[in-house]
Nanobody, 130 residues
Framework: QVQLVESGGGSVQTGGSLRLSCVVS????????MAWFRQAPGKERERVAF???????TYTDPVKGRFTASSDNAKNTLLLQMNSLKPEDTAMYYC????????????????????????WGQGTQVTVSS
């Protein structure tokens, strides 16, 4: 059974940093595409970062230059480094991924922009106070 487990959320003041982790278990994969999403109360879910195993990354405009998505393949862990945090970054953050034992499919290599990932984590709360 594939599981994605997030951690690293918490409460910080404006300007602080957090690093979110998403540990993947239950599947031996050689390629992937994944995204970090967030959802604040009363707002729609928003994709903040995309990463694939080819190293392609994309970010939503509000987090560009502040957030960095990466992977630690030796630890089957996906990471989101968040710097210069702002109160508007307050939300529940989720990782989502599609995992493959072979080549990366085209939709993933091209930078998938949808939300139809097969696997999702349970979420970790990030709260930024002013």
């Amino acid at each position: 059974q594939v599981q994605l487990v997030e951690s690293g959320g918490g409460s910080v003041q404006t300007g602080g940093s957090l690093r979110l982790s998403c540990v993947v278990s239950g599947y031996t994969y050689s390629s992937f595409c994944m995204a970090w999403f967030r959802q604040a109360p009363g707002k729609e879910r928003e994709r903040v970062a995309f990463l694939n195993s080819n190293g392609r990354t994309t970010y939503t405009d509000p987090v560009k230059g502040r957030f960095t998505a990466s992977s630690d393949n030796a630890k089957n862990t996906l990471l989101l480094q968040m710097n210069s945090l702002k109160p508007e970054d307050t939300a529940m953050y989720y990782c989502a991924a599609d995992l493959f034992s072979g080549w990366l499919p085209t939709y993933c290599s091209d930078g998938y922009t949808g939300e139809g990932y097969q696997y999702w984590g349970q979420g970790t709360q990030v709260t930024v106070s002013s």
